[in-house]
């Protein structure tokens, strides 16, 4: 399957035409791949064989989706105002969210803590697909750092790249965006079982957050200084 994946994506990228001079979109690279990638899936959803689901979920992210750019979209902030992906000058961690899906209790603390420690390199951002009454209230549980968004699919008439990011990938999932809104990687949220401590949750959230930052910082300071080598992280 890891080669099928491989082959579908240098396949869209040669009839399509692009080479490393043009841009290659996370919508176009998701459109090439995601009707074999969902039919492998579902298979592998079906038969219980979650590993199996997993390897699939990381493949289409490692070799079809990771060096594309998210496409510009627009939802809206609390205040009910347009804003589109492009406002964001610095790098992006853009975690997707819905009021029914509950955090695991060490989550949103976590994301709380990195945004506080973080603001100046990196901008927090979560988009709930909801109501803006309910995001709203949920928002009060977020650091004034995080900036959480909201897009209401019965109202939406945005950039289809909003149902796809949505209705491809599912839900929470985390994109790492550098400040170009390149795609450095796309994961999804961790889960752990119920029952264990706070802290531990809060730990295992923090480290898992954290990762995807160091990540992003990284890839940042390479950009701006591409001579410079691999640079050190705080």
Same mark, same amino acid.
């Given at each position: 399957?890891?080669?099928? !994946?491989?082959?579908?994506?240098?396949?869209? =990228?040669?009839?399509?035409?692009?080479?490393?001079?043009?841009?290659?979109?996370?919508?176009?690279?998701?459109?090439?791949?995601?009707?074999?990638?969902?039919?492998?899936?579902?298979?592998?959803?079906?038969?219980?064989?979650? @590993?199996?689901?997993?390897? =699939?979920?990381?493949?289409?992210?490692?070799?079809?989706? %990771?060096?594309?750019?998210?496409?510009?979209?627009?939802?809206? $902030?609390?205040?009910?105002?347009?804003?589109?992906?492009?406002?964001? @000058?610095? *790098?992006?961690?853009?975690?997707?969210?819905?009021?029914? !899906?509950?955090?695991?209790?060490?989550?949103?603390?976590?994301?709380?803590?990195?945004?506080?420690?973080?603001? $100046? @390199?990196?901008?927090?951002?979560?988009?709930?697909?909801?109501?803006?009454?309910?995001?709203?209230?949920?928002?009060?549980?977020?650091?004034?750092?995080?900036?959480?968004?909201?897009?209401?699919?019965?109202?939406?008439?945005?950039?289809?790249?909003?149902?796809?990011? %949505?209705?491809?990938?599912?839900?929470?999932?985390?994109? =790492?965006?550098?400040?170009?809104? %390149?795609?450095?990687?796309?994961?999804?949220?961790?889960?752990? *079982?119920?029952?264990?401590?706070?802290?531990?949750?809060?730990?295992?959230?923090?480290?898992?957050?954290?990762?995807?930052?160091?990540?992003?910082?990284?890839?940042?300071?390479?950009? !701006?200084?591409?001579?410079?080598?691999?640079?050190?992280?705080?």
């Amino acid at each position: 399957m890891r080669k099928f !994946l491989i082959a579908a994506c240098l396949i869209f =990228l040669s009839i399509s035409g692009f080479s490393q001079e043009k841009t290659l979109y996370f919508s176009q690279a998701i459109s090439a791949n995601i009707e074999k990638y969902e039919q492998k899936a579902n298979k592998a959803y079906r038969q219980n064989n979650v @590993e199996r689901a997993n390897f =699939l979920f990381d493949s289409l992210i490692d070799h079809c989706l %990771k060096g594309s750019y998210l496409d510009n979209f627009r939802v809206h $902030n609390l205040k009910k105002k347009d804003t589109f992906l492009e406002d964001f @000058e610095k *790098p992006v961690f853009l975690r997707t969210y819905a009021s029914w !899906l509950v955090p695991t209790e060490g989550e949103v603390p976590a994301l709380n803590e990195l945004a506080k420690e973080y603001n $100046n @390199e990196i901008q927090i951002v979560v988009l709930f697909w909801d109501k803006h009454e309910t995001t709203k209230e949920l928002a009060k549980k977020y650091h004034k750092n995080i900036t959480v968004l909201y897009v209401d699919e019965l109202q939406n008439d945005s950039s289809g790249v909003i149902r796809t990011m %949505k209705h491809s990938l599912g839900f929470p999932t985390t994109f =790492l965006l550098n400040r170009n809104k %390149k795609i450095v990687d796309i994961r999804r949220s961790l889960s752990h *079982p119920y029952g264990i401590g706070k802290e531990q949750s809060f730990k295992l959230n923090y480290d898992s957050i954290a990762d995807g930052i160091s990540l992003l910082l990284l890839n940042d300071s390479n950009q !701006l200084n591409p001579n410079e080598g691999f640079a050190k992280l705080p």
